[in-house]
């Protein structure tokens, strides 16, 4: 008598088996599947006696069996964290959380009144709004910086006013400039009649008194 030896045909299905590969088996002697199996971006779930993983895993072909036999293995795709360094935040960032392997990601930096928003990491990501092709743990930081206040000071020839406590306009174009950002301050005073507020709407100086 002559012992018989089946075929085995380990599907990796994308996968490598990195120790414990084999291609046969002899009637009688018990043979462990691999489990040093990887997969970039997924964990390894087991061998399967089917493509459908129906059924339970198979960890070894027992001493007793025959016949020629092919596993498949079977993967979980991974799951990598987005999250976001708030040491630097001076704004809110949207976007974060568990996103699967080569899936998108999309991170949305919005500034504080008074802040304005400089890029991610190194400031390479200018865009508020960036698009990430997910494929390990990510963290990226949100750069904002002040926005430049601009103090102006200056005097305007205030005409003469109609009736108490009407409020009257002064065009300020061109008598003021300031760069984008910038944030201007004005004020006006006067003894007849008397100022008592002072506001800017649309480019314009509004006198109440």
Request: glycine content about 10%.
């Amino acid at each position: 008598w002559t012992i018989n030896t089946y075929d085995v045909t380990l599907n990796a299905n994308g996968g490598t088996i990195n120790a414990g590969a084999f291609t046969s088996y002899e009637f009688g002697t018990a043979i462990t599947l691999p489990t040093d199996v990887t997969k970039t971006g997924y964990t390894f779930a087991g061998w399967y006696t089917n493509s459908s993983y129906i059924g339970s895993t198979i960890l070894s072909i027992l001493s007793g069996e025959t016949g020629d036999k092919t596993f498949y293995a079977k993967w979980t795709i991974n799951e990598y964290k987005v999250s976001v360094d708030y040491s630097k935040i001076m704004g809110t960032v949207t976007g974060e959380g568990y996103v699967e392997y080569k899936s998108t990601a999309t991170l949305k930096a919005v500034a504080n009144e008074g802040y304005e928003f400089i890029g991610w990491n190194d400031g390479e990501l200018k865009d508020e709004r960036i698009q990430l092709t997910v494929t390990k743990d990510t963290t990226l930081t949100a750069n904002f910086k002040e926005k430049e206040k601009v103090q102006i000071s200056g005097t305007l020839e205030i005409p003469t006013l109609k009736t108490e406590r009407e409020s009257a306009p002064i065009d300020l174009a061109g008598l003021f400039t300031t760069t984008e950002g910038g944030e201007v301050t004005y004020s006006a005073t006067s003894s007849a009649p008397n100022v008592v507020s002072a506001t800017v709407s649309d480019g314009k100086l509004f006198l109440t008194v």
